[in-house]
C-alpha cells in the first residue's frame, strides 16, 4: 500500500469550542481505490510503533494496523507482512479495544 499524510481540523461533534487535529492518510488499497484513513490509535510493541487507522467514510468498518516507520525525520505507513508480527500487534489491539470498551461501558 501507498500512502502520504495530510491534517483537516474539522467539527469533531463533541460540542466543545476547540479544533482537533485528525491525521488522515490517504492509502491505496491492492485494487488501486484510494481511502481516506484516520489515525485512531498507536501503540508500542517490541521497539516498534503501530497505527490504527479507520476508513473516514466508514467509521464502523474494522480498523487497519500499520508499523511506523522513520527515516530521514518524516514518518512511513509500512504494511505488516510478517505472520508473527501481525499476530502479536493484532492480540495487542484486541485487549486495547476490550479495554476501551469495558472503560465505556462502566
Known amino acids: 500500500m501507498s500512502e502520504h499524510q495530510h491534517e483537516h481540523g474539522e467539527d469533531c461533534g463533541c460540542g466543545q469550542d476547540h479544533e482537533h487535529d485528525e491525521h ?3 492509502v491505496t488499497d491492492d485494487e488501486g481505490q484510494e481511502r481516506e484513513m484516520v489515525m485512531v490509535y498507536t ?3 517490541e521497539n516498534n510503533v503501530y497505527a490504527v487507522l479507520l476508513d473516514r467514510n466508514d467509521p464502523e468498518a474494522d480498523g487497519v494496523i500499520f508499523r511506523i516507520e522513520e527515516e530521514n525525520e518524516e514518518a512511513f505507513l509500512v504494511g505488516i507482512e510478517d505472520d508473527a508480527e ?3 500487534v493484532t492480540a495487542i ?3 486495547i479495544a476490550k479495554t476501551e470498551n469495558e472503560n ?3
Open 43 to 45: 501503540f508500542e510493541s
Open 104 to 106: 465505556k461501558e462502566a
Open 86 to 88: 501481525w499476530e502479536r
Open 93 to 95: 489491539y484486541e485487549e
Open 24 to 26: 488522515v492518510f490517504i
